[in-house]
């Protein structure tokens, strides 16, 4: 069982006492805790279930590398799945439960996989759920995905906030155990920018636990040397130190996000929960220490079973003793060290089971002096227990000799340590087999290589796989120096040598205990505790050909859990190189990938929620709309008014009654987001050739032309009227998505290609407020406003004019894309909404109505205008669209002109821009494709087209379609067949593009 | 993510003030260019392990276009340089030869 | 579609730092070859100030001049004098490649005011703003979240900031945002 202990616990304040819940039952706990050590405190070992087997498991580790306490934080919308007790603060009305079971975690129907283990091996759902093919999708598939998944995801939109930070700094230390504070505190005395971070609540890491009351010097202990650093760098003002920050990637040129829970401990504090850092690191240094490696045998997953390290830390940081009776088995000297605080604070010890032979060091002499039992030679043959270890079978290390069962409540275990050299190897760094040390640990001569080609990063510490404080803090000094020079040398002198500790007996590597277990022991030793897989999975998947441990891992899941296998990965790769008979160096490990440890979706997501998702670009005329019924539609980033609802109307009836205003009276129109690029420059006329495929430099002055630009693989990519200003300047109107990526287009060419070219475009798209004023009426109340002479002689179809309306500086172009009288009036931005109110206002006697884009659409399609992304999808040239007359002949060059050469760009059989009418007037649902009508079966029948844009037109009260047909120009009259939805067929004539005015007689009166 | 200085503003500019722009230094093939050459210059591109030069636009910033010069593997990069050249300069072209003694100019 | 927000572009006081749009402000795009003395003495005569170095603003009484690009100057001045400054500067400029235009009603201008904000810019722009790496005299273009954006100090504790005509609600909701009340970081 169980309990605090008096006189121990450095984080906790035992004045603070919280309450908190668990599966619904109430318990206390005391700031300073984690969810963790306050559920151990009272007596909660056993806490989840693992995820195949549903087999009870209990908590292991007291840090990020915990594969088993995954938890379900918090309630209705602010529920969090798979959280890990041991990261989690402690505060006053926590809620947690339990995951992976039905009904309860006591009582688990799931359970029953677990006795069917032997039918479950290591990819047997790519064995079982293959045959017969029909199952899958209606009894395999939906089984699975009920019992697949870890927690339960969140329902509700998550009512938290989340930031990013962007930050830079010379040197980044990621770890604020003692050597990441020693080498931040040498970097920053050169004066360098030095930012160090520490996951976790606290300063100093593992030596405080380990190594508090150590002498450092004559003087000072670890403890006094910690608190000396924390205190120097504080007080420093090119050094930033910050707590609760957790380094999840390190990417290319020193990029490293940093993710901060800012009010995960503290839920009413208000603002952002998380903080993700984006910092910009010239040189990098991980701190960050080592992770215990559990060992395997038979029953190690049994709630009770823990890392010896943990039970330290439980002990040391929380008062938390993990059991009445500990057994500890070890094969390395560190885990003495629990046997000995255990032993100090009043906890039975009943032995320490040591792996390898009889030797002796300081710590194992320690252990004897505190009348700590050790057996050498000795291994756990099993556990005993359910939901709580009962007792150990021990036997001797290889599985010979008889069995002795021993009672206990706890086994403490260690296997060896691991550096924790994730974050080095996300950025390139490698690693090297230390034979000697049984690990992997960071090769120094290939580390990772920033921007400049130098090394970008050093390991230091535990993290280095040096496991000695003193020549540790060396190390840290050193790199701290070197780091502050970027990579050149740092300075050796004032080095301090601190007092060296005694030396360790060597660890004996053993992946699993005892060494020559026989399948059943195998069959129950776990090597990944939350995805269940065992020792002969492992084995299974060499067996059946999986050699590489990417493979392995693939197959078995192995180190594929939320832990992703900081506690399994070494011990598997082990095996797996104990089952192919090869050397561990020679199996490598696995790719280690961002995030260290999971970060929450809405950091990655930031301020990019809710109203600020996305940019809604709004043009000056936009509250008018909003408050005249304007129901929106987003182009681009836009948002345009897609018609002017009324009330009791709907969608169709506004446009058919906007497109019927304008036909027969006026309309008004907001152009504002059509893009309007200024080109000027001498060289002007030129370099407009080039871009569009009309001849531009022929253009007078005061006229307009409508205007085509292809890319360089010859299709048609925007168009728009371009006007001519004066001798040397242009104006170039384009699509409203098009004005950002024509703008970049021409700087691109004029950059990069004709850079002799003496031309400057700007970009004046929101300089201007634009209005379409179209309608037989039109010209009528323009001159009601002002003596500006609009007439057909002064100002001619596709012709612009500067004047005055009411007084307002304007400028009006009589371009039309809806086929009537129309007139563009362009106007400063900040003056858009005034002329726009009083155009509506003057306007009112000849029955103004404003339209939206749909009913512009209607009338350009009833005129067969083409428009881009509804006609062309990047693979319709020009000429597809019948648009030759725009393309000039005489031009040696413009963009496109050499790839419309190819051959297939002259092929009869393209698909080329057409009417469609249906035979009983109906509207042809869009996109939708033609088939050659001589085909049954239409899945087997050829496209020989498609709708580009369908729509009801109010003027002709029919539907009325545009679309690309092969061979469409010659086939005029034909009547061709479309496949619908659900084998639905419909017919339609071939027709003429332009169905309303085909004269032109309307725009230019 | 990458982070380069533009040559024209002096900025240290990350990638997401960037836009790439693919390989740098290919000849445009005219109106004249035969079938092969003009498929080549539309669509042929080197995609090394190793040296290679981009170009890049500073779209979010000064607004002009460069090159780089950059390690696709290591992500070294060795300079950036105005994209108004038709060859890398010479002192980028040095800085790679003595990482890569064997590497030369096409 | 949902509902736009439709809340006022104004004026902000609810974070820990003040947050302002400021009052139409006289833009001028000149494009030219900054090295030229016709342009240096065409801006200052327009303007009496020198031309900025690289990525700096010069900032004199009434006007300004910002560093846009090698061939770019964006030149602030009171809104009602735009038109007699571009027409005198086009005139100058008339005998060299040059483009000299109106942009004022293009972009809107935010303030930011506090002790903090710097870290109000610093969660939305990736650029260094430590002291030491960017203060007064200093411009830079940049991105405000997912918009183009500019910015200069005015002084310690004041950044003006630029950001198109059309997304001025969603910079003002990403500056609002940015400095809500309990997000102060404390590293600058």
């Known amino acids: 069982m169980n309990k605090r202990i008096d006189r121990v616990g450095r984080l906790i304040d035992k004045s603070k006492i919280l309450r908190f819940s668990f599966d619904g039952v109430s318990y206390a706990g005391y700031s300073g805790d984690t969810l963790a050590s306050a559920l151990l405190a009272n007596d909660q070992m056993f806490v989840a279930r693992s995820f195949k087997y549903h087999r009870p498991r209990g908590i292991v580790a007291a840090g990020p590398e915990e594969p088993n306490a995954l938890v379900g934080l918090a309630q209705g919308s602010y529920f969090e799945p798979n959280q890990r007790a041991t990261t989690t603060e402690l505060f006053d009305g926590l809620t947690a439960v339990s995951q992976n079971h039905w009904p309860t975690l006591n009582f688990d129907i799931g359970a029953i996989n677990s006795m069917l283990a032997s039918f479950l091996p290591s990819g047997f759902y790519y064995k079982m759920f293959i045959h017969p093919r029909s199952f899958w999708k209606y009894i395999y598939e939906p089984l699975l995905r009920k019992a697949a998944g870890l927690g339960k995801s969140p329902v509700d939109r998550d009512p938290d906030c989340y930031e990013y930070f962007y930050y830079h700094t010379d040197v980044l230390v990621v770890g604020g155990g003692i050597s990441g504070l020693q080498a931040a505190k040498r970097a920053a005395e050169s004066g360098a920018r030095v930012f160090v971070v520490e996951q976790g609540t606290y300063w100093g890491g593992r030596s405080l636990v380990d190594h508090a009351e150590f002498k450092l010097t004559d003087h000072l202990t670890t403890e006094d040397v910690i608190d000396q650093f924390v205190k120097q760098l504080s007080g420093m003002s090119n050094v930033v130190i910050r707590t609760r920050m957790m380094a999840s990637g390190v990417y290319d040129h020193g990029y490293v996000l940093i993710y901060e829970r800012i009010s995960d401990h503290h839920p009413t504090l208000g603002g952002p929960r998380h903080r993700l850092w984006r910092v910009r690191a010239r040189q990098v240094i991980f701190a960050t220490g080592a992770i215990e490696r559990p060992l395997v045998f038979a029953g190690n997953d049994i709630p009770g079973v823990m890392l010896a390290s943990s039970v330290r830390d439980y002990l040391m940081n929380y008062g938390v003793a993990c059991g009445n009776r500990i057994l500890v088995v070890t094969n390395n000297d560190s885990a003495y060290l629990t046997a000995i605080q255990l032993k100090k604070f009043g906890v039975d010890i009943t032995r320490i089971i040591d792996i390898r032979e009889p030797s002796t060091s300081a710590l194992i002499e320690t252990a004897k002096a505190n009348e700590i039992e050790i057996h050498f030679g000795k291994a756990i043959c099993q556990v005993k227990g359910k939901k709580r270890v009962r007792g150990v079978e021990l036997c001797d290390s290889t599985g010979r000799a008889d069995l002795e069962y021993v009672a206990c409540d706890t086994v403490a275990m260690s296997g060896g340590w691991t550096p924790t050299a994730h974050l080095w190897s996300h950025c390139g760094g490698k690693l090297f087999w230390d034979e000697q040390k049984a690990m992997f640990r960071p090769d120094n001569a290939r580390p990772p290589i920033g921007a400049s080609g130098k090394r970008l990063a050093f390991c230091i510490g535990a993290a280095n796989g040096e496991m000695s404080l003193s020549k540790a803090l060396l190390h840290a000094q050193e790199i701290g120096s070197l780091a502050s020079g970027e990579g050149g040398e740092g300075k050796k002198t004032n080095i301090i040598h601190y007092k060296e500790e005694e030396s360790e007996t060597p660890i004996l590597p053993i992946w699993k205990i005892p060494s020559n277990a026989g399948f059943n022991l195998q069959n129950k030793s776990w090597v990944d505790f939350q995805n269940d897989v065992k020792v002969t999975d492992i084995q299974l998947s060499a067996r059946e050909g999986y050699e590489s441990i990417e493979h392995t891992k693939r197959y078995t899941t192995l180190g594929m859990a939320t832990d992703q296998g900081k506690l399994s990965n070494v011990n598997g790769l082990a095996l797996l190189a104990d089952a192919l008979h090869e050397p561990i160096a020679n199996v490598g490990t696995t790719t280690f990938r961002p995030p260290y440890s999971p970060i929450s979706i809405g950091s990655i997501a930031g301020e990019a929620r809710a109203d600020l998702f996305q940019p809604i670009r709004q043009s000056p005329i936009y509250e008018w709309h909003s408050n005249h019924g304007a129901d929106w539609e987003p182009v681009g980033q836009w948002h345009r008014p897609y018609a002017y609802l009324r009330k009791g109307e709907t969608v169709f009836d506004a446009v058919n009654r906007e ?347 | 993510m990458l982070i380069l200085y533009c040559p024209y503003c002096g900025a240290l500019a990350e990638e997401t003030e960037l836009v790439y722009g693919g390989e740098a230094h290919i000849v445009r093939a005219g109106s004249e260019s035969t079938d092969t050459e003009f498929e080549a210059y539309l669509f042929h591109r080197k995609n090394p392990k190793g040296v290679h030069f981009e170009r890049w636009r500073h779209a979010l910033g000064c607004g002009k276009w460069f090159h780089a010069a950059r390690c696709t593997l290591t992500m070294e990069v060795f300079g950036t340089y105005s994209a108004q050249t038709p060859r890398p300069p010479q002192y980028i072209c040095d800085a790679i030869k003595f990482k890569y003694p064997s590497w030369s100019w096409k | 579609m949902s509902k736009a927000d439709d809340s006022p572009v104004n004026s902000s006081n609810t974070g820990f730092v003040k947050i302002k749009k400021l009052p139409s402000q006289g833009m001028i795009s000149l494009r030219g070859n900054l090295s030229s003395d016709i342009v240096r003495q065409s801006v200052y005569s327009a303007v009496s100030l020198e031309l900025p170095d690289i990525r700096k603003i010069k900032v004199g009484a009434i006007c300004a001049i910002c560093w846009m690009a090698p061939d770019e100057l964006l030149i602030l001045c009171p809104y009602a004098e735009v038109a007699s400054r571009v027409t005198r500067m086009q005139s100058d400029l008339k005998s060299v490649h040059s483009f000299v235009v109106d942009v004022s009603d293009a972009r809107v201008m935010f303030c930011i005011s506090g002790v903090r904000s710097r870290e109000v810019l610093a969660k939305l722009c990736p650029v260094d703003l430590t002291q030491s790496e960017f203060g007064v005299g200093d411009f830079r273009l940049t991105r405000l979240a997912q918009v183009p954006a500019a910015f200069w100090m005015q002084n310690a504790e004041i950044f003006n900031i630029l950001v198109s005509r059309s997304v001025a609600r969603y910079g003002f909701n990403l500056l609002k945002s940015a400095a809500q009340k309990g997000s102060e970081v404390g590293v600058f």
């Not at chain 1, 309309?667 to 060289?683: N, R, V, Y």
């Not at chain 1, 004005?739 to 031309?759: F, G, P, R, S, Y």
């Not at chain 1, 109110?837 to 003057?842: G, S, T, W």
């Not at chain 1, 086939?971 to 084998?983: D, M, P, S, T, Y």
Request: net charge negative; proline share 3%.
């Open chain 1, 659 to 1005: 497109v019927i205003n304008t036909r027969q009276n006026v309309g008004l129109f907001d152009a504002s987001s059509l893009g309007k690029l200024m080109i000027k420059g001498p060289d002007a006329g030129k370099f407009l050739d080039k871009m569009y495929t009309n001849m531009m430099s022929t253009l007078k002055p005061g006229k307009c032309r409508y205007g085509l630009m292809c890319s360089e693989n010859g299709f048609l990519i925007d168009d728009g009227v371009v006007a001519r200003i004066n001798e040397d300047t242009f104006l170039c109107h384009t699509t409203t998505g098009g004005a950002d990526n024509i703008h970049a287009h021409m700087e691109e060419w004029l950059q990069t290609e004709w850079w002799d070219l003496k031309v400057y475009v700007t970009n004046l798209t929101e300089q201007f407020a634009q209005i379409t004023v179209a309608g037989p009426k039109s010209r009528m109340l323009l001159e009601k406003l002002d003596d500006i002479d609009l007439g057909g002689e002064k100002l001619p179809f596709m012709s612009w004019i500067d004047g005055f309306l009411n007084g307002l500086s304007v400028r009006v172009f009589r371009i039309s894309f809806s086929g009537e009288l129309s007139f563009e009036i362009s106007i400063n931005s900040a003056n858009g909404l005034r002329i726009w109110e009083i155009l509506m206002d003057v306007g009112r006697e000849f029955d103004i109505m404003s339209y939206g884009t749909e009913a512009l659409h209607v009338m350009r399609a009833e005129k067969g205008f083409i428009v881009i992304g509804d006609e062309t999808d990047g693979t319709v040239t020009p000429q597809d669209l019948n648009l030759d007359w725009a393309i000039s002949q005489k031009k040696t060059d413009f963009i496109g002109k050499r790839a419309q050469e190819r051959t297939h760009f002259k092929d009869p059989d393209r698909w080329s821009l057409v009417g469609l009418q249906t035979l009983d007037g109906s509207v042809l649902p869009d996109g939708i494709y033609a088939v050659e009508p001589q085909n049954t079966l239409i899945a087997e029948s050829e496209m020989i087209g498609r709708v580009t844009s369908t729509y009801y037109s109010p003027t002709l009260q029919i539907g009325i379609a545009l679309g690309l047909i092969k061979r469409g120009k010659d086939r005029l009259g034909e009547v061709i067949e479309f496949a619908g939805l659900n084998k639905r067929t419909y017919k339609a004539r071939i027709v003429s593009p332009v169905f309303f005015d085909p004269d032109g007689e309307k725009q230019n009166v």
